[in-house]
T-cell receptor, first 112, second 114 residues
Framework: GENVEQHPSTLSVQEGDSAVIKCTYS??????FPWYKQELGKRPQLIID?????GEKKDQRIAVTLNKTAKHFSLHITETQPEDSAVYFCAAMDTGRRALTFGSGTRLQVQP | GAGVSQSPSNKVTEKGKDVELRCDPISGHTALYWYRQSLGQGLEFLIYFQGNSAPDKSGLPSDRFSAERTGGSVSTLTIQRTQQEDSAVYLC????????????FGPGTRLTVL
């Protein structure tokens, strides 16, 4: 089955700096890669996703890149703000199967 | 509009008891998923429903776990003879069958087995 590795487990940056979180996956059949943000005690919320026919996607301060050959994808947050502080999860899905396999999460702390 | 809802929000039970957790998906969402999140961990897939059928129940950790969905809407996850290692937050998500695969999550049920 699919295995998703995520790093770093914790990341502390100064407000205004960029943050990068990286994930690797094992199943070449995976073709959908979402990123979820989870604030303390809250439900996970989708912030951006990418499909395997696209190499990069951007939404304001957030971007995701995908390298299918190397089986890795990354989340980039620019101009970080304190409200970006949360746990971020990457995930991978074979849309034929539909179950998401999640990484173990990255706790991002943005210092004001 | 209304999002995914789950009940109860918290459940404390004694080891060996059975528990039922409920999920109400977003109206019109045909796909429903159950995940488990242990403290400080990522989300672990349990089971997926399309309509009332479960094409993928590969994530259920043991035969003490079962789930059903009726009327293509509400789903119940049942854990029999609960063990302390069952303690976790159980999250439900739903999605449509459209091109978007986005799964919308509920607030979860925090289960504590004493």
């Amino acid at each position: 089955g699919e295995n998703v590795e995520q790093h770093p487990s914790t990341l502390s940056v100064q407000e205004g700096d960029s943050a990068v979180i990286k994930c690797t996956y094992s199943d070449s059949a995976s073709n959908y890669f979402p990123w979820y943000k989870q604030e303390l005690g809250k439900r996970p919320q989708l912030i951006i996703d990418i499909r395997s026919n696209v190499g990069e996607k951007k939404d304001q301060r957030i971007a995701v890149t995908l390298n299918k050959t190397a089986k890795h994808f990354s989340l980039h947050i620019t101009e970080t703000q304190p409200e970006d502080s949360a746990v971020y999860f990457c995930a991978a899905m074979d849309t034929g199967r539909r179950a998401l396999t999640f990484g173990s999460g990255t706790r991002l702390q943005v210092q004001p | 509009g209304a999002g995914v809802s789950q009940s109860p929000s918290n459940k404390v039970t004694e080891k060996g008891k059975d528990v039922e957790l409920r999920c109400d998906p977003i109206s019109g969402h045909t796909a429903l998923y159950w995940y488990r999140q242990s403290l400080g961990q990522g989300l672990e897939f349990l089971i997926y429903f399309q309509g009332n059928s479960a094409p993928d129940k590969s994530g259920l950790p043991s035969d003490r776990f079962s789930a059903e969905r009726t009327g293509g809407s509400v789903s119940t996850l049942t854990i029999q003879r609960t063990q302390q290692e069952d303690s976790a937050v159980y999250l439900c998500a739903s999605s449509t069958r459209l091109a978007s695969n986005e799964q919308f999550f509920g607030p979860g049920t925090r289960l504590t087995v004493l």
